[in-house]
Each structure stands twice: as C-alpha cells, then as structure tokens.
C-alpha cells in the first residue's frame, strides 16, 4: 500500500492536467480498503475537480451524491442541486473547469425573463420572412419562404447545393416533397437560420431539427438542439423517451442529461429493465460509446452498485463485462476481471472464476492468486491451492491475508498457527476470530468462544461478528445478551439477515421477545442513561433499536444512533441514521439541525454554520447552539473565537435538554476552558459532567489535575474510568501520559491489544525505542501497524526516522504516501522537502 500510495503521488504531480482526474479515481480504487469515507470523498472531489468533459463530470457528481446515501433523504429529488458547483446537475453539462472555482457555489437560477422580449411573435415572424425572402422550399402543396445565404450557412452541403454549381443554385424554388420534411419542421429551419434559436419550439420540433440537422451536416444547429433538448430531461419518464434520440442522433448533451438522471436515480433505477437495456448488452454500450458516454469509470460506478444490490445477479455480470471491454489501462483491466472472478466465485462457477482470475493475475493483479487458489479448492484441489499460496507467501512481503487464506487450505495445528499469524500481522482481519470462535465453541468452550470473539468486536463492530456472538449467547440461554447483539446488528444493517440467509434479524427478535421481559419506554430510558455513562455503546444502540420499535417516527433517537455509530466508526450507518433523523424531523428548526450535521459530516462547514444561525433564528435550543459551536470549534481559533465558542456552549448548557447531551456540552466547554488556561472553571466543567453520569468528563478532570503537576491524581481520575467504561481503550491509552515509563508501556501494551486500530501507542513505543537508539526495532514497530492501516502521523514519524538513519528513499516514499492521503499536511511536506534537497546533495 505505501509504496503504491507514494507512487500515485509522484505521478499526481507530474502528470498532465487531463491525465489527473483518473489517477484521482485510481486512488479512490486503492483507498477504498481502508474504509474512511471522508477520505474517499476527498478523492472524489478532487477527480471530479480535474474533470474537463461532460460525461466524466455527470459520472463523478453522481457518484459523490451516491456516497452520500442522497437517495435515502426524504424530499429530496435527484436533479435537485445541492449549491456546490461540484455537484451541480447543470455545471456538470457544461465542458471544462476553472479550478479556481470548483469549489464555490454554483449559479442555479432560472432567468425570469418577459416572454414578449424572450419570444419573436408570429407577426414580427412573418414580417421577417416576407420581408428577407428570395428563396422558397416547395413541401407538397405548401412553399416556405427562406433566405438563400442563411440556409447555406446552414451547412457544407446546403451551401454546395445552394451556392455551388448543382442545378438549385440557379432556381427560386426547390422541390423539398419527397425528403420526408413536414411543413412545420421545414419552417422551423427557416427560423432558426434567421434567429440562431430553438427556444420557441415545442421539444417535438427540436427532435425533427435534431434529426434535420443529422442528416444535413448542421452542426451548429444539431448543438443548439442538443444543449436544448437536454433542459426537458427531469425524470426517468423523460429519460426513457429522449435518450432514444440522443443515442441515434449522437447528441452529446442530451445523453450525458439522460445519464446523469438515471445514475442520479441510483439504486433504483437498476431494478428497471428498460433502463438496464441502456447500458447492459456489448452493442448498448458501443451506442454509448458511440456518443461519447462508455467509459470504465461509468461501468466502475454502475457495476459496484449492481454488487452491492445483488452480486450474483445477471445484471451485474453483463456490467462488469462492459466494464471489462472499457478497461484501456493495465490496473484497470485486472481490477475488472478480477471482480468477474469473485462474481462467478459466488455463483459457484468455479473454472469460470478461475480462468477470470488467471487473466487478472496476469494483468499484475497479485490479489487474484488467492482467488485462484480458492477456485481450485472449491474443485476439490486442495493440495494444489495450499502449494499456491505457499509460493506467494515465500515470493511476497508476507501480509495477514495470505496467511489466512493458506489456512483454508490447512488442517489441524497448522490451520490455527496460520490464522494466528494472520491476525498478529493484522489483526483486523475477521476470519481469524470467528474461526477460532466456532473451533471453541464446537468442544463446549462456549465462554471462550464468546472472549475470542469480543476481542474483535470491541473495536471493529461488524454484523457478522454480532451473529455470531448472539448464537453462542444462545446457547447458553443468555437471551438478554443475543438480544442486544441483534438489535445492534440490525442498527448496522436493518435487512441483515441471519442462519444463512435464511431468517430476519427481526423474526428472531420476536422469538427471543418470549424469553426476555420488556421493559416500557420510560424504562428504556433509564436503561439508555446507565449504558451511556458506562460507554457500552453496543448496549446503547440495542436499546435505542428497542424504543424505536416503539416509536418508529423519533427523530430524536435516530439522532442518538448516528451519534453512537460515528463513535464506533460506522460512518456510512451514522449517514443513514442522521438522514432518517432530518427526514422523521418534526420542526423546521430540528431539521436544519440536521441539515447541518449532515453538511458538517460531508465536509461543508461554512454551510453547517448557515443552517445553525438559521435554526436559532427559528428557535434557540441546545442542539443549534452545540451544532454552531462545534463546528466552529473544527479550526485553529484565535482566543477572540475561542471566547465565542465558550459563549456557545454556555448558552446551549442553558437550553432544555437531557442529561446525555449536556454532559457532552459541559465536558466539551471544560476542554475549551482548558485550553484558554481557565482551570478552575474546566474542573467546575467536568465535576458537573459526572454529576450527571458523563463518564468521560474523568478524561478531561485528568488532564486539569496533570496542568497542575497532580500526577498521581490525575491518574487516579483514569483509572476510575477504566473501571466504569466498557470500552476503555482510550482510558489506558491517556493514563499512560499520568504515569512512569514501565507502568506507561504497560497501559499502552493493554491499549494496543484492547483496539489495535488506536496509533499513538506504536508512535510512542517506537519513540521509546529511537530515543535508545534502537531504530531497526523503532522502524519495525511503526511498520507493523502501517501494514494494516497506513496512518498519516506513523508515516510522517517513520519518514523522519528513516531520514535520521540516512535511508533517504524510504523516507522520500513515506512523505509521498502520507501526502497522497493528506497533500497540504505541512510538517510532512516540510520533511519531505528536506529528504529530497538532502538526497539530491548526496547524487551531486
């Protein structure tokens, strides 16, 4: 990963301007193992930035709007504009950008004009026509005046016919009967030779000068009715009757406006079969070509929704073999078999996987050998796929994966030690887990089993995990615990469904309902307060689930659920909950609350802050104020801005709400107290906070009492919320700062094992082991952690360890990596500047 990072960024700045778009969505590609939407998103901005032609800038609109989950937005139509000129549903049909206002707002407003200036009436039209006339086109009984020169500017071949030596260039009148050109549209003509405009016609007419224009070389005209045309496509009704034409006609513009509303229509627009027949066939996709709208990023877009819908459907194999045949580049053509092999692998086609997967390998897609092995597993090859991974383990770096995948083809002591060091190198990886799981439960260590499986949960929450926990509470009848797993499965993924496939997450709570007693809603709520203060945030979702049950139209705990779900890293699911929370809203002002959320979350601050003003003009409340003042607080503040923000929070303590959220304004004002040195009023903060059971607020208590050289209590104020958190990673993580060296490395070690995803416990060590000048062990203790999750900060500090030692490359390649996730990362750039000025001096 880092050396395919630092080399997509070298090639980011010295491609050509044209060329970076696509590198961008290559990163987006390879970026997306790490699942961090917001850094995704980066990377589709900046691709759909670079975008110069029409059809890339429709796909990438779509596509950031698809990210954000749009279509799941009550109220919300897919040709609606959010503002932005990135994805501005008209900025997109326009060719080219200026770069330095990508970004801005766009200029969506309809010129309201007089239709008596807009519009030629009929009779200054006829003045016009008696007035200019020496020409006249004969169509059956009818003779439509016209003006020679401006129809043979029409055209090469009018001007040929009309000024040229052919026979028409000496008469008045010419015989136009048997062209199949009707009266209305051969007046048309004449009009738009003379005005140069189609805006008073009626879209039938349009169609006919469209297809006059076709068939007459009439280029300018075609365009006209082209960028015309494609202002009356709104909605799929119009799609399916316009893009017909487009398609015949090659009208760029009114393709690419057809497009954008059926990509924009995502994921529903796949289940139509007349849509599908626009892009699934060889012969659809050359007439998209045809017009200039076949590319691999459309079919790239397309095929993954397909997948995640339905990945064994037919729909999806004819789209990734369309993506195959628009693959023009090396990555891209292994990517797009390779994901036929996995398609094919699902739907037990295993030679045709294979073969899928061998033309991938080929292309230089190393991933696939894995693939290869599993097909040949599956067809009773075993030996033959352990001796396949075998090789790739001993020709490659070794990574978590292989070793887990070798497993499958292991038996006995040497499957676990394989699934063992799978999950050392990266521990998360899942399989490892629910493999050793099962193995224990299957000898009656049904305990055991639920510890090994914890061990994953407690910092990667996946649904599969939840399953399989809950059939082993099962089976010791803890039904109280299966039920919260479910419940907080189906928070995750409402339609999950369990026993392979073959029961829903809520038919199973409706058997496990008989063995649990159901508390009433008032009951619930104190349940909520008493997980919330004890940072069980699994057993908060579950009752949230619960109460929603009860009163399905709460926007208030949909709020609660995307609250708790961005905290445990769920960021799409926290999406999904906070656009059910705006769309259940009851009030305008708690709507632009969420409103701003949502912008805050998607990377518009200055327009999270308009809907937060504009919420408190409504109504002052504890959330509009919180929501103002927290994204303010997203910047470096000055002290004047810093006081504003105190001022917030001060005034959202004051509105009503509960004690949930307003123990998380008080510990978020003592931080603020904090940092303007006020510590008397931090520590009022932050006692106030645990008064009403906000048990994280003993974090910032510790770090008044450590400003104060109180050491001791300070870790005393950890270790109390050791005791009482459930999920108290970052407890031990922060007591580690309270304490010496030993019992430091200690509390870190039990960080690391607790949540292996937290970084700052490897910076630390490695920093240790750099200060006793052991750097192969430093560098070693970084890199086992960039293995599995490449961060900015342990490649900006492994970068400066490798310039101390004088490995310049390796330094070089660590900056271009942690600049490829964070370009304008200053003390990276910094770093980065000084390895290459140094290595350029050692070439001299």
Not at 141 to 158: G, M, Q, Y
Not at 477 to 497: C, Q, V, W
Not at 683 to 688: D, E, I, P, Q, S
Not at 817 to 839: G, K
């Amino acid at each position: 990963m880092v050396e395919t990072l630092a080399d997509l960024y070298r090639r980011l700045g010295t491609c050509l301007e044209s060329e970076k778009s696509l590198i961008c969505i290559e990163q987006y590609l390879i970026l997306s193992s790490l699942g961090d939407p917001k850094l995704l998103r980066r990377c589709l901005r900046a691709a759909r930035q670079h975008a110069f032609d029409v059809h890339s800038k429709v796909v990438l609109s779509a596509l950031l709007r698809y990210e954000r989950r749009e279509d799941e937005h009550d109220g919300v139509s897919p040709m609606d504009c959010s503002s932005f000129i990135l994805e501005c549903p008209k900025a997109t049909l326009e060719s080219g950008c200026d770069l330095n206002s990508i970004y801005d707002h766009c200029k969506c407003y309809q010129e309201c004009t007089n239709s008596a200036d807009a519009q030629i009436s009929k009779e200054d039209e006829l003045l016009t026509l008696e007035e200019d006339s020496d020409i006249s086109f004969c169509v059956g009984n009818e003779e439509i005046d016209c003006v020679r020169s401006k129809i043979a500017a029409l055209s090469t071949p009018f001007k040929a016919m009309l000024c040229g030596s052919f026979i028409e260039s000496k008469r008045s009148k010419i015989d136009f009967s048997q062209n199949g050109i009707s009266v209305e549209l051969m007046k048309a003509v004449d009009l738009y030779s003379r005005t140069k405009r189609v805006d008073m016609f009626s879209p039938k007419i349009v169609l006919e000068l469209l297809s006059f224009a076709e068939r007459f070389c009439c280029e300018e005209m075609k365009s006209a009715c082209d960028i015309h045309l494609a202002t009356f496509v709104n909605c799929m009704e119009d799609v399916l009757v316009l893009i017909e034409y487009g398609l015949e006609y090659r009208a760029n513009v009114l393709v690419a406006s057809c497009l954008q509303v059926l990509l924009r229509e995502l994921p529903s627009s796949l289940h139509s079969p007349k849509v599908m027949r626009i892009f699934c066939s060889s012969e659809a996709r050359e007439r998209l070509a045809s017009a200039g709208h076949a590319s691999f990023l459309l079919y790239y877009f397309l095929s993954q929704v397909a997948m995640e819908e339905d990945k064994v459907s037919n729909t999806t194999v004819m789209l990734l073999e369309r993506l195959k045949e628009c693959a023009t580049l090396k990555w891209q053509k292994a990517l797009a078999l390779h994901q036929l092999g996995c398609v094919w692998l699902e739907r037990l086609e295993y030679k045709s996987a294979q073969c899928y997967f061998e033309a991938a390998t080929e292309a230089g897609h190393v991933y696939s050998l894995a693939g290869i092995a599993r097909s040949r597993y599956k067809q009773g090859q075993q030996h033959s796929a352990y001796k396949l991974m075998n090789t790739l383990i001993s020709e490659y770096k070794a990574v978590g994966w292989m070793y887990q995948e070798r497993s499958l083809y292991n038996t006995g002591e040497n499957k676990i030690a394989d699934l063992n060091t799978a999950t050392e190198l990266d521990p998360t990886l899942s399989f490892p887990y629910k493999y050793r799981a099962v193995s224990k439960a299957e000898t009656k260590q049904t305990k055991d089993a639920i510890s090994e499986i914890d061990r994953i949960i407690q910092f990667k929450l996946a649904p599969d995990c939840l399953e399989l926990r809950a059939w082993f509470f099962i089976a010791i009848e803890d039904y109280g615990s299966a039920l919260r797993d479910i419940r907080a499965m189906l928070t995750l993924e409402p339609s999950y469904k369990m026993f392979n496939v073959r029961l829903s997450g809520d038919d199973l709570i409706d058997l496990l309902n008989h063995k649990v007693q159901q508390g009433s809603q008032a009951d619930c709520w104190l349940q909520l307060c008493d997980q919330w203060s004890s940072i069980d945030d699994i057993g908060s979702l579950a009752i949230i689930h619960q109460m929603l049950v009860n009163d399905p139209w709460k926007s208030l705990l949909r709020f609660r659920q995307s609250l708790l779900l961005l905290r445990l890293n769920c960021k799409k699911a926290a999406m999904r909950c906070l656009q059910l929370a705006c769309n259940l809203s009851s009030s305008e002002h708690e709507k632009l609350i969420y409103e701003g959320w949502i912008l805050y979350d998607t990377g518009h601050r200055e327009e999270a802050l308009a809907k937060a003003e504009k919420s408190i003009l409504i109504q002052r409340s504890f959330e509009a104020f919180f929501l103002k003042a927290y994204t303010l607080s997203d910047s470096n503040l000055d002290p004047e801005s810093s006081s504003y923000v105190i001022e917030l929070l001060e005034e959202a303590i004051r509105c009503p709400s509960d004690g949930l959220r307003k123990g998380q304004a008080l510990n978020n004002l003592g931080s603020k107290y904090v940092d303007s040195g006020k510590l008397d009023q931090a520590a009022n903060c932050y006692m106030n906070a645990l008064d009403i059971k906000h048990t994280k607020a003993h974090q910032g208590l510790a770090r008044v009492y450590s400003l104060r050289n109180q050491q001791k209590a300070a870790y005393a104020e950890l270790s109390k919320l050791i005791e009482k958190a459930h999920n108290n990673a970052s407890a031990y993580e922060n007591r580690s700062e309270y304490c010496d060296s030993e019992m430091a490395k200690n509390d870190l070690n039990m960080a690391t094992e607790l949540d292996p995803l937290r970084t700052y416990p490897y910076s630390y060590r490695a920093a240790v082991l750099m200060d006793d000048q052991k750097e192969t062990e430093a560098i070693e203790e970084l890199s086992k952690a960039i293995a599995f999750k490449p961060d900015l900060q342990m490649l900006h500090l492994r970068a400066a360890f490798y310039e101390s030692i004088g490995n310049l490359n390796s330094a070089l390649c660590d900056c271009e990596a942690a600049l490829c996730l964070e370009p304008d990362h200053i003390d990276t750039l910094d770093l980065y500047n000084r390895a290459r000025d140094q290595a350029i001096h050692a070439q001299q």
